[in-house]
């Protein structure tokens, strides 16, 4: 079965600290990983996906098929990446996302 | 107008009423979907559509009902809601290749926040 499983509702930290959010996935397959935002009043969108190898907004994910996790971090939180996170996990024409965690960045 | 619209953005109905929500997308893309988005559950898969024919239903009441009448329009048919239908109703696009493969980034809508009373 295709699962994703993001086990923090909410992560609150203060500005300048380290953040990771937690993802874990399970798929039998090879799998291909997204990590979506959503700030506040605005849509869902794509912050960056493991394929590209890429760091957005001072963001990376690096998928680990050992632990079969695709951990989103950042070394230095900001007050603008408070959000909603969502990990999500190709499936067959469609994907599957996990629950979400709320980032709040404290001054 | 770029990207995945959808009207109204605002809609306030009772339970016995019927109203269709609207989802239009203008990236040339071959899948559309449906989300429920609410406190309770944050981001639920409700239906799938590639090259215009249903591929799922995620066990969503009858109820609901989509609609899509071509692949760049999609959707949903109301009636008979329950006040626990409240919710932000998000529409997505994606371009998907016939064997299943193809990267399924999806674009999304500002979604329709719909309240029942």
């Known amino acids: 079965a295709q699962r994703v499983t993001q086990p923090e509702k909410l992560l609150s930290v203060f500005k300048g600290a380290p953040v990771e959010l937690k993802c874990n996935y399970s798929?039998?397959?090879?799998?291909?990983l997204f990590w979506y935002v959503q700030y506040s009043r605005q849509r869902l969108q794509l912050l960056l996906r493991?394929?590209s190898r890429e760091s957005i907004k001072g963001f990376t994910a690096d998928l680990n098929k050992g632990e079969t996790s695709f951990h989103l971090k950042k070394p230095f939180a900001q007050e603008e990446d408070s959000a909603m996170y969502y990990c999500?996990?190709?499936?067959?024409?469609?994907?599957?996302f996990g629950t979400g965690t709320r980032l709040l960045v404290s001054p | 107008e770029t990207g995945v619209t959808q009207t109204p953005r605002h809609l306030v109905m009772g339970m016995t009423n019927k109203k269709s929500l609207k989802c239009e997308q203008h990236?040339?893309?071959?899948?559309m979907y449906w989300y429920k988005q609410s406190a309770k559950k944050p981001l639920e898969l409700m239906f799938v559509?590639?090259?215009?024919?249903?591929?799922e239903n995620n066990s969503v009441p009858s109820r609901f009902s989509p609609e899509c009448p071509n692949s760049s329009h999609l959707f949903l048919h109301l009636h008979t809601l329950q006040p626990e239908d409240s919710a932000l109703y998000l529409c997505?696009?994606?371009?998907?290749?016939?064997?299943?493969?193809?990267?399924?980034?999806?674009?999304f809508g500002p979604g329709t926040r719909l309240t029942v009373t």
């Open positions: 997505a696009s994606s371009q998907v290749q016939a064997a299943g493969s193809g990267s399924y980034e999806q674009y």
């Open positions: 798929y039998s397959g090879s799998p291909e």
């Open positions: 493991h394929i």
């Open positions: 999500a996990l190709r499936g067959f024409q469609k994907l599957v």
């Open positions: 990236l040339g893309h071959n899948a």
């Open positions: 559509y590639n090259f215009k024919e249903q591929t």
